[in-house]
């Protein structure tokens, strides 16, 4: 005869933990690891340019599109919560360019990212350039799918930016102080910026920019070459 | 603003696990984040009180548990902890984000990231009361 298996179970009212251990963020992990796969299986490389509204981003990235678009096809998504008044201005660089409008959002998230992509001729592309959104801090969260990720400061923005900001550069391995023209005018010595970001994030490539009177741009714009080879 | 698509992802998961278990109900929430999320506690705590006030999980018990920064060092191959400094510019132990063996800088970081439902705390409904939350 069987005998009967005894089942060892919960009684009514007892309390006990289960372990679910969900990421809430995976889905955006999981999109921006295909993202990445995508482009590179395009042999393209993208880069998530972050930083504060008015750090100079758009001017920034528009001087670097002319000056790689002679040897380099090149691609920019440009995130604002709405217009396309940078992705226009950019356009005129000579890039192909996608505005994502988030509407209300205050970064770009993975899935915004992938909708983009679609649209782009991707056999076509070299460098894949994405400005996020103006925040300095939720865009450090949500990963795109890129292969670098640069953050632009100004010196416009005070002598503080950096130490007050400290996270976001944890997750750069560039920085980028802009505007230094108005250095003096400002009282900000980018040096000290600089060591500032390299004291939170020691590896991190640090250049010294003024978009507007094309100073640095080169240097910045050769690095970023240097790693489409 | 994240705070709340993490509260809102957290009640997603509340209701998907209720469909799954409907013999037990759900007491508390274990929740980990790691030091270097850009999450506040107190925020997805407002948030998780906000979206559950409607339903009968207004006393559910929120514990968040902060994970320490844990790295891999890809020179030497420490895995472990790193060091802190007390700069008083910031208001907080700023992270050296080097190896503390060979002080390389290309390390990666393979916990501090966090943002999990680790687990959750159920109690299970009498059986006259099955069917009820």
């Keep these: 005869m069987q005998r009967k298996t005894k089942i060892i179970e919960s009684i009514d009212g007892e309390i006990f933990d289960i372990e679910l251990s969900e990421d809430l963020l995976k889905k955006n992990k999981e999109i921006a690891k295909e993202n990445k796969k995508l482009l590179e299986k395009h042999n393209i490389l993208a880069i998530d340019i972050m930083g504060a509204i008015g750090a100079g981003k758009t001017t920034l990235i528009t001087k670097i599109v002319s000056i790689l678009s002679k040897k380099y096809k090149i691609a920019v998504l440009c995130g604002d919560l709405t217009t396309t008044l940078d992705a226009d ?25 992938r909708k983009a992509i679609k649209e782009l001729p991707l056999n076509k592309i070299d460098l894949l350039i994405i400005e996020n959104v103006g925040n300095l801090i939720c865009p450090g969260e949500f990963v795109l799918g890129t292969h670098k990720r640069m953050v632009v400061v100004s010196v416009t923005e005070g002598p503080f930016m950096v130490v007050k900001h400290p996270y976001i550069f944890m997750e750069a391995n560039i920085g980028v102080i802009n505007k230094i023209e108005l250095k003096d005018v400002m009282g900000v010595e980018p040096k000290k910026l600089q060591s500032a970001m390299k004291k939170i994030k020691p590896g991190i490539k640090v250049f010294e920019t003024s978009a507007r009177k094309n100073i640095g741009v080169e240097l910045l714009a050769t690095f970023i070459s240097k790693l489409l080879k | 603003m994240h705070e709340f698509t993490i509260a809102k992802e957290i009640v997603m998961h509340l209701n998907e696990f209720k469909k799954r278990q409907d013999k037990l109900t759900i007491i508390g929430l274990n929740i980990e984040l790691g030091e270097f999320t850009f999450a506040n506690e107190e925020q997805i705590k407002f948030w998780l009180k906000e979206l559950l006030k409607n339903t009968n999980k207004t006393n559910l018990k929120i514990n968040i548990k902060r994970i320490k920064p844990v790295v891999y060092c890809n020179k030497c191959g420490y895995s472990g902890n790193i060091k802190f400094s007390a700069d008083p510019v910031y208001h907080f132990l700023l992270p050296d984000l080097r190896c503390k063996k060979c002080n390389s800088k290309k390390i990666d970081l393979i916990k501090g990231r966090e943002c999990n439902l680790k687990s959750v705390k159920v109690k299970k409904i009498p059986r006259k009361k099955k069917g009820l939350l």
């Design chain 1, 89 to 113: 201005i950019i356009k005129s660089a000579g890039a192909e360019v996608i505005q994502i409008n988030t509407g209300k959002e205050c970064h770009l998230d993975a899935n915004l990212v």
